[in-house]
């Protein structure tokens, strides 16, 4: 690769009108930035950027209000020794809408590569082997897939490529009927063409749009109504249009992958990114065998500023941010727990993310069956909700400043 080449990186983040199936915990921080694995969602694919070659920028393109980013954005850009730089949105575009509604900062450093990738995904993100691909292949632009079974490709947008020069085919978003195995992980790599293969698209629409101005007003007022001129998707307008002309191609991972939808697989993704830790930041994990710290079984992240009991034990697969204190014999294992919260002595947790500022008196119980795809496979207690002591709470969703003074099963608590 020349040193003359460089590269840069665009997340998207989305808005405060996405994730809705993210509360109770999308009401007070970003979905973004709510914390797996200990750090925020999006920290996962910025560090994954900076083993990037010739990364030039990461930029953040969504539309949430800049101060809410802001401090974030300081700090990570700080922590990587990178510039990372927040861009609003005006109004959703698409995501490759937002990129095009960009493209001049984008290209600011001249870029011969732009990386685009999706803040919710969850993955160990291939980016330098992907990019390497990416090269051999020549073309427009490179896909990360992965292979799932066929009961659950239909959620995701199906592909078919060639089995030798990996070019993709066709590609169809939430087909109604199996298509393939091979779905879409949402993380991309193009050359600056893209930007004219965006443009064409808003060409073409206006084309058609003046076409029927001559044959139809009545058309042309319902042709606007079901498209915002200015909305491009990169699935149905940009990759189902270009597959088969030799533009695209797929590079496939073997890892793990999945998507942060809902709380639940906040939970499971917290559980493959800790595992990851073990190769990439073992520095990140905890350990402790019940002398000095808490005994820790299997991944553990437990934040510096927060005060664990050494009869306390935790694991696996559990992530204890800011200010947290945990009391003698207390037992987690399969939550995370969020800033500020008091878990006192004997109390168990599993299955659960506990939220922000909340407290669990002495002897409760918080539970789940641990089902990341069921509606309340786990248990979440929004901010800054108390359970009273003995109090059992079993695979339930509770809103905000609730207090818990009753058993309660399988509720959402409004």
Same mark, same amino acid.
């Given at each position: ?15 405060? %009108? ?39 920028? $990461? ?27 927040y861009l609003k949105e005006d109004k959703p575009h698409g995501s ?49 897939? $992965? ?7 239909? *959620? ?7 089995? %030798? ?31 004219? !293969? ?10 058609? !749009?003046?076409? =029927? =101005? ?21 699935? *149905? ?12 191609? %797929? ?7 999945? *998507?942060?939808? %809902? ?30 710290n808490a005994t820790i079984v299997g991944d553990v992240y437990i ?8 009869? !306390? ?22 939550? $995370? ?5 008091? $878990?006192?002595?004997? !109390? ?24 990341? @795809? ?26 905000? @400043? ?13």
């Amino acid at each position: 690769m020349e040193n003359s080449e460089k590269v840069v990186a665009v997340i998207m983040v989305g808005g405060p %009108t996405k994730g809705t199936r993210f509360r109770p915990l999308s009401f007070n921080t970003p979905k973004p930035l709510f914390p797996v694995a200990g750090q925020p969602m999006v920290h996962h694919p910025i560090s994954a950027c900076k083993r990037i070659p010739n990364l030039a920028q $990461i930029y953040l393109i969504g539309f949430y209000e800049e101060r809410e980013f802001a401090l974030y954005v300081s700090s990570i850009s700080n922590e990587l020794k990178l510039p990372v730089r927040y861009l609003k949105e005006d109004k959703p575009h698409g995501s490759a809408g937002g990129l095009y509604y960009y493209r001049d900062i984008i290209m600011e450093d001249s870029p011969s590569h732009i990386f685009l990738l999706n803040c919710d995904v969850c993955c160990s993100f291939p980016l330098p082997s992907m990019l390497d691909a990416h090269k051999r292949y020549g073309g427009m632009g490179t896909m990360l897939v $992965i292979k799932v079974s066929a009961e659950s490709a239909s *959620q995701f947008g199906e592909l078919v490529a060639d089995p %030798t020069t990996n070019e993709l085919l066709h590609y169809t978003e939430k087909p109604e009927t199996f298509v393939s195995d091979l779905i879409n992980c949402g993380v991309y790599i193009f050359t600056p063409d893209i930007f004219t !293969a965006i443009h064409d698209v808003y060409t073409n629409r206006e084309g058609r !749009a003046n076409l =029927r =101005r001559y044959s139809s007003f009545e058309a042309l007022q319902s042709a606007t109504r079901t498209i915002h001129v200015d909305f491009v998707r990169l699935d *149905q307008d940009i990759l189902s249009p270009l597959a088969g002309k030799k533009q695209l191609y %797929t590079y496939e991972t073997m890892d793990f992958w999945e *998507q942060i939808k %809902t709380p639940g697989m906040s939970l499971k993704c917290s559980e493959l990114y800790l595992a990851q830790f073990r190769h990439t930041s073992p520095y990140l994990l905890a350990s402790g065998d019940g002398k000095k710290n808490a005994t820790i079984v299997g991944d553990v992240y437990i934040h510096p500023s927060a005060k664990v009991h050494p009869s !306390a034990k935790i694991g696996p697969n559990v992530s204890i941010s800011a200010n947290v204190r945990v009391g003698a014999g207390v037992r987690l294992s399969g939550c $995370i727990i969020l800033d500020d919260v008091e $878990i006192m002595e004997n !109390a168990v947790v599993k299955n659960s993310i506990v939220g922000w500022k909340s407290s669990l008196g002495r002897w409760s119980l918080v539970q789940a069956e641990g089902d990341y @795809n069921a509606r309340l496979g786990t248990t979440i207690l929004g901010e800054a909700v108390t359970v009273e002591d003995e109090v059992v709470v079993t695979s339930c969703i509770v809103l905000p @400043n609730k207090t818990l003074n009753v058993g309660v099963q399988e509720e959402i608590i409004l």
